[in-house]
Structures are given as structure tokens and as C-alpha cells.
């Protein structure tokens, strides 16, 4: 049965609902949210049940028809982009959007839910997921375990990965794995869902998912520090951690002139602290209790840090409004960056320890390596991931850096993370943007069981071909 | 090249110490610790690096020749034993006990290292690793991580699989994967970390971990308290989670009769409690702050519960002698019930939410359907993972117990758990115990993709031969 002939196949097993032909409903799914990668697809399936989607799929196997998972689109690597050729059918969540089931410790829902949606029926019950990030009004739950996302609360309860308690997914060949039973403890055979978690769709299609959920956040405290450098803010982070043990959610570190920029970029927007400083650093802490904030704890370990030097000044949020604000400082470094200028981003992780130095060291590196540029790293330094931006210099063409520059210094930054011992893919995937950089710098041990995984659980090469695993041109597909 | 060739070759190679073939010292490495499990092998692998495993493993893998990975032989299910037909070497991880790094938030150790040496070493340094359980002076860091070990600290900070920041690995073919950097956040590729993370050695050998440390605890309250049922204990712990958030560390369920023959097992050892109660709870409760132990928190949420009426009594052990004897009466437990007669025991699985009930039915449903025989059910119920403990009718001789009804009773308990929605294997894995029976109970398409996976990694079948996955006679092996 060729593409065609699926599609009418299916159409007719399943209703217009679930197959969209449309070119114009087609269209916006056929490009990343960033308008970096294109592709084509005959039609978008849309199955509204578990069931339909392991029928899909099994019906695409039989036809020998590649399939694209798509959740809310909102990939930073083109990982939910189909290929160009049209090849490929995309299959999307968008009509999974069940919460099953919501119990004190964890909740059953559907992949296509929303996150925020999810974070509002977690509320409902006093409860609360505690995975957020930017893109929550679109990223649905089975896009965030697929990229196994982190987000800025990632410090206290890990990424998607380890909040996952359940997986039920089809496989590619429409068989379908009901583990969705949310066990805390689970040693029979391998894996499997942690399989799944991360696979970015080339393993199959995750259908649901038992997602843990942990009590409502009481009170927070929210507060701000001027630091000299990241190993400063590091020192800062431990002495927190030691003395307020579990409470301390996130710990965010944002460069002076990233934050000027934030400043001059945003109306209305305000420094937390008087004066300037190389350095800041945002902190929540939280308790369950809503009569009892950890105010005067974080007050405490603050006064400890200036006084043994370790910060240069604090300030901590007076009102919930006012802990928005310094939130939205953070949340505003990507656009300020982007305004700033043309730059090439990179999503990139070391072991913690090692983060302080490498901030600096790389930085200092990337823009003696290619003058005129300006780099800089913000973000999660208590997960050792950061957001590293290496700037065009002033008045460059922003097509052209892209087309030219940009590739040699992501394998420069791409080098000396390796050689920290870090990763080029913390939070956002491989996709297709970092296909290539994963083959170039990955060990040929590792590179040889990312394929041989590949090839066991999908032998035909259906499943989100093109991404995540580098193959070589007609190694295994359609 | 044979088997004696290979191992004249690998001790020629490395040395005496590396490659032991003296019977006498074998012996004791060829049977599991409660001698239920034996096997024979001609020599015992010993390398002192990394780099000695993986020339061993790839001379092993070029004569065709099987290994079977050995830490401090704990197994609960033969996961350790070799095949008893000599086919394979065991290769021990004995003689890599080097803890090569600790941090303030991980440590670098290898495989061979004791649990009870890595948390002194993480003592000294004000630090501590969460996982712990009743081996904790024979089982090696490598085995733990091989099984995904659990123990009685679950609650807060999850099993094994969650404190494992990076792994280094020999993989059947010899070749290492260095993911030994302690990254909090990695996306780049599927997670050969978990892979080899409760695979029993089955798709290589782990040769060095990083593992997650936390602060230590700076103070601790031990209380205990009398419960009508397991839905009244999960209650309370709800109740608890609510109130003292991530400072509940361990809530352990123990039926009353099961209390009474530890009393009477246990030398000198007195209830906490000065009534009977049908059930009763373990509960410990953490602070960082060594001056400001959780005790009025604890007091007070206790408080409540007797005045809601979720708990019969209480008690707060007065010192840290009193919290230990608190623990011995849990830990007391299994020895207790061996000790009352035979049993035949299942370590298994299902949501926190259904246990409550399923440990009511289940054993009420076992002693229906094996008249005489009494059925128990104790441990981590806040986990979700009971010990579920059949024993027979008194005066039932034990071999043929054992020989007999046991197996039957198994499957029953296992019909169960599965209807329930959970595992067979909760914390001690699948070995060669549970191999017939997964594969009784294991979804097609769930055996399949383990078949695939083995394949995929192990193809000649090499690594701990005939563990964990059910593979057909023959199916692959050397």
C-alpha cells in the first residue's frame, strides 16, 4: 500500500477528524516554531485514543510509511519537523487531552495535554507539577517526556525523566506497552521507559503518561544577589543547599550586561539591586506550609553570604508581584539576547562543579577565538546547565553569521564542552540541529549502541526518521 | 581460542591476582548467600581498573567465551550464580573498590565499593548517600546499580536509579561507554545510563558510578504508631507528606502478628506501643539542621491523627538508642518470619494508591486458596513495594513445601499483582529466579522489545547468560 492509499484507508477506518488532509491545516505543522527547518507531509493523523493511535501505526508499518510524532511543536531542534521529501505522515497528540486520573501522589494524562493546562488541574486538587518551563502554553506532556525537558525548577524534583512514574506508548510496529501503572519501584527487565523518555518519537509514540505530583507550594521566597562569578554563586548555591536542604527550587545566574540588556529591552523593567554588579543570581525557596514562608531562613543564609563575602548584595521579593518581577528578568534573557543581535545558542551541560570555571574559561576562549563576538552563559548553574550564546559582533549580517560563522563556533563550544565532560544536548534534544555535532563528537562505543538500539526496537526506520540517531544515508528506512 | 586457553591467556596477561583458578577460593562465589542457586566456573576474573575489565571482556568476547558480573553476591533472585554448567567466568568486581572523588553534591566511585565504605566516606565529608538496606556490608555499589536496589530510604529520594548521576561500562564487545561525568541534565541520545541501570549485568559490566550525595542529616525523629489497616497508614502518610513535606524519609507498614514473633524472636526486644494493634508504622522524619530535629512536627502531625482518629497511639523515640531499636524491629522482620516456618516470598509492586487494598485482599484471597498457609504483607508502603510472605501450614515439611505448593502459590500472588497493575519484581530484580515467570506474565510486545534490546547490545549472548530476559533455548549464547 503506498502513502496514498494509507491515507485513504485510514480516512475511511477513522473519520475526517483523524486524518486531516487540508493543505492549509496542513501548513503550520510543517514548520519548527522558530522557522529554522521546513518539511512536508500528506496529512497530519490525529488519532483520539490510544487504541487508534497503535491502529495508525500499525497500519503505517504495514504500509512501510514513516510517521512523525507531534505534541505542541514547540521543539528547539526541529525534532518535530517532518522531512522535506514528504515522505512522512505526521501523527499528532492534539487530540489525546485526558487527564485520566489525578491521585495524591501522581496523576494519569494523556501525551497531547498541555502543560500549563496540567499545572491548572494539578492546582485544582492542591497539587502540583513542578516541571515548568517557557514554551507551557504549547509543549504538551508526551513532546516534554520525549525530549526529556528540564525547565527552571529542575534543582529539587530532576527533569521529565524522573518524573515520570508511567509510560503507555505504541511501538513502530503498533504494538502497544501498557506501563502506565505509576510503580515507584519496577525491576522487571530493562527499562523501557526510560527508554522512551528521551527518545524524541524515533522509538515509538508515547500515548500517556503517570506523571508524579507533589503538594502545592505553601509559600515561596524569591530573592536576588549580586555576585563577582559564577564560582562565587556556586559557593552561595552550597551554603543554601546545606542550610536550607530541600527548600531551595531554583537557582538561576544571570551575567551583569545579560541583565542590562534584560533592562534596556524590557519597558518598565527594574534591577532588583541598587547598584551594578558582574553577576546575579535568582533563588526560590519554598515550604509546604503557607503560613510559614522560608523568608527568614533565606534572609539568614543571605546575611552568612554577605558577610563572608561570598555576595555583594541581596534583596528579597516583598510580595508575590514583586517575586514575578524578578522572575521575569530571568524569563526575558532569550528575547534581550536576540534583540541584541544575531547570535548562535547553545543548549549545553557540565557536571556542576565544573560549571563555574567553564563559564568563564569558554567564554573567555570562544571570543579571543573569533573577535568581535561577545559570549555569554545564563541560566540553571545548579543543574551545570546553561544557556551559552556566542553574539555576532556589532553590525554583522545576521544571514550571513548564520550561514557561515556559526557552524565553527558550535563545534568549538560543542569541543570544550566534551572536554569538560559535559554534553551538547542538556535540555532540548538532538533532533535534527545537532544530528551531525552528536556523530562528530560522540564516542563510536556510544554512537554504535544508539544505533543498535535504533535498529532493534524500530528495524524499518519509521519512527521520526532523521532525527536523533545518526545514521548513515540509507542505513535503515522506508 | 577455548575457555582454558582464554584464561591462560588472561592470567599470563594480568597475573595471578587478576585471574583466579584456585577451586578452593571459587567455591564460595559459585552458590547465591542463601544457597538456593549453583553453578560452577573454572576462574574468577579480577581486574583492578577499568581498563584491565575491558581487555578481559573484549579476550572473552573474541573466544566466544561467557561472563557472568559478580559484586558482592547479594542477589535475592541467582542474578550472581554462574551457569551450572561451566560454561562462563565470573568476573568480580572486587578489586575495584576505589572511591576516586567526592564532591559536595556526587561522588566518583567504582564498582567494587561496599555500601556500608560508601557511606562512611561520604560521612567523613558531612555528606551522605540516601539508599540503604539490610546487605549494606556485602553489596557492592556495581551489583545495587545492576539491580536498581531500593531499601527502606526510597520515599524522598527514589531507588538506585535515581541517585546515579553517570556510569562508566564495559560492553559485551569490550568497548567502554565513559558517561562517568555527573550530569544533572543530558538529552543526547537514548539513556544507555539507565539501560545499564537495572540490567543486571546482562548488557555489560558496570565499572564506576557517580552517584548523588545530599547534605547529612543533621537530625532525625523515629516514631512509631498503632493503625487499624494499611488505608488508614496510607492516610497518614498523606497526612504527613502534607504537613512535613520532603522531611518523611521512610513509612514502613508492619502487620501486628508479624510484630508479635519479632518480639518473641528477638532477644530483649519490646513494642513501642503498650497495647496490640492490628497494624502498626515505622515512620522517620529528617532535618539538615542538626539543632532542630523534626520532633514537634512530627508530635504535632501525630497529634492530629489521633484526634481524626487515623491512629490507635504513638510513640516518639526519646534517643538515638531508642530510634535504633524502633529500626531493629522493622529489619527483624524477615528473620522473624523465617524463623516461624517456611514461607515462600515475593518481592513485588503496585500504585501506592491500590496497595493499601491489595495487601488486604491478596492475602485473604491466598489463605482461601491454599487453606492453613498464612499470608503477610510488610514493608515500604509508601513506595508501593511489599514483602509479601506466604507461609505454610504449620508443621508443613519445608522441602516439600518448597518443592510443592510454593510455586503455585507464586503464581497465584503474581496473578495478582498483575491485575492489580504491577510488577513481579519491585527491588530484587528478575535473575534466574523470575525468569519463568515473566515470561508468563509479560506483555508480548514488552518481552519482545527486551529480546530486541538484548540482541541488539549482546548479540553473541555473552554478558551473565541466561538472567533477566527470557530468552527461548538456544535463542542466542555462546
Known amino acids: 500500500m503506498d502513502r496514498a492509499a494509507l491515507i485513504a484507508d485510514l480516512s475511511a477506518r477513522f473519520g475526517p477528524r483523524a486524518v486531516i488532509t487540508d493543505r492549509a491545516l496542513i501548513a503550520p505543522w510543517l514548520s519548527d516554531w522558530r522557522g529554522r527547518y521546513h518539511g512536508a507531509a500528506d496529512a497530519i493523523l490525529a488519532p483520539a485514543t490510544a487504541r487508534e493511535a497503535a491502529a495508525m501505526v500499525a497500519a503505517a508499518h504495514a504500509a512501510g510509511v514513516a510517521l512523525v510524532p507531534q505534541g505542541g511543536n514547540t521543539s528547539m531542534v526541529g525534532g518535530a519537523t517532518p522531512p522535506e521529501d514528504g515522505s512522512a505522515l505526521i501523527i499528532s497528540t492534539r487530540r489525546m487531552t485526558s487527564v485520566r486520573h489525578i491521585a495524591a501522589d501522581h496523576a494519569v494524562a494523556e501525551a497531547g495535554v498541555v502543560l500549563q493546562t496540567f499545572h491548572e488541574a494539578a492546582a485544582a486538587r492542591g497539587l502540583r507539577f513542578p516541571l515548568t518551563l517557557g514554551a507551557k502554553g504549547s509543549a504538551t506532556l508526551g513532546g ?161 553570604a554577605l558577610a563572608a563575602g561570598l555576595i555583594a548584595d541581596a534583596a528579597i521579593a516583598k510580595s508575590e508581584a514583586e517575586a514575578e518581577a524578578f522572575w521575569h528578568l530571568r524569563d526575558s534573557l532569550s528575547a534581550a539576547e536576540r534583540a541584541a543581535g544575531p547570535a548562535v545558542q547553545h543548549d549545553i551541560a557540565v557536571p556542576v562543579e565544573a560549571m563555574p570555571a567553564f563559564m568563564v574559561d569558554a567564554a573567555r576562549a570562544a571570543e579571543a ?65 545537532k544530528l551531525a555535532e552528536l556523530a562528530r563528537v560522540e564516542a563510536p562505543a556510544r554512537l554504535k549502541a544508539l544505533i543498535a538500539i535504533k535498529r532493534a526496537i524500530d528495524p524499518l526506520g519509521l519512527m521520526n526518521p532523521g532525527k536523533l540517531v545518526p545514521l548513515a544515508p540509507g542505513d535503515i528506512g522506508p
Open 144 to 304: 516534554l517526556a520525549s525530549t526529556n525537558a528540564g525547565g527552571t525548577q529542575v534543582l529539587r524534583f530532576g527533569t521529565m525523566r524522573s518524573l515520570v512514574l508511567g509510560v503507555e506508548a505504541v511501538l513502530p510496529d503498533g504494538s502497544m506497552i501498557d506501563t502506565i501503572a505509576p510503580l515507584r519501584k519496577d525491576t522487571r527487565g530493562y527499562d523501557l521507559r526510560h527508554l522512551l523518555v528521551g527518545a524524541e518519537g524515533t522509538l515509538g509514540l508515547i500515548t500517556a503518561l503517570s506523571l508524579r505530583l507533589i503538594p502545592a507550594i505553601g509559600a515561596r521566597t524569591v530573592a536576588w544577589a549580586g555576585v563577582a562569578g559564577p564560582a562565587d554563586a556556586l559557593a552561595l548555591l552550597r551554603r543554601m543547599e546545606a542550610g536550607g536542604g530541600e527548600a531551595i527550587e531554583s537557582f538561576e545566574i544571570i551575567p551583569g550586561d545579560s541583565l542590562a540588556l534584560v533592562l534596556a529591552h524590557v519597558p518598565g523593567a527594574r534591577s532588583p539591586l541598587a547598584g551594578t554588579h558582574p553577576w546575579h543570581v535568582l533563588i526560590e525557596a519554598v515550604s509546604a506550609d503557607a503560613g510559614d514562608p522560608p523568608q527568614a531562613m533565606v534572609e539568614r543564609l543571605l546575611s552568612e
Open 369 to 433: 577565538r573569533f573577535p568581535g563576538t561577545h559570549a555569554t552563559a545564563f541560566g540553571h548553574l545548579g543543574d551545570g546547565n546553561v544557556h551559552f550564546h556566542v553574539r555576532a559582533a556589532p553590525g554583522a549580517d545576521a544571514a550571513a553569521f548564520h550561514a557561515g560563522q556559526a557552524a565553527e563556533i558550535t563545534r568549538f563550544v560543542h569541543d570544550a564542552v566534551i572536554a569538560a565532560g559535559g554534553t551538547i544536548s542538556a535540555e532540548h534534544g538532538i533532533g535534527q540541529m
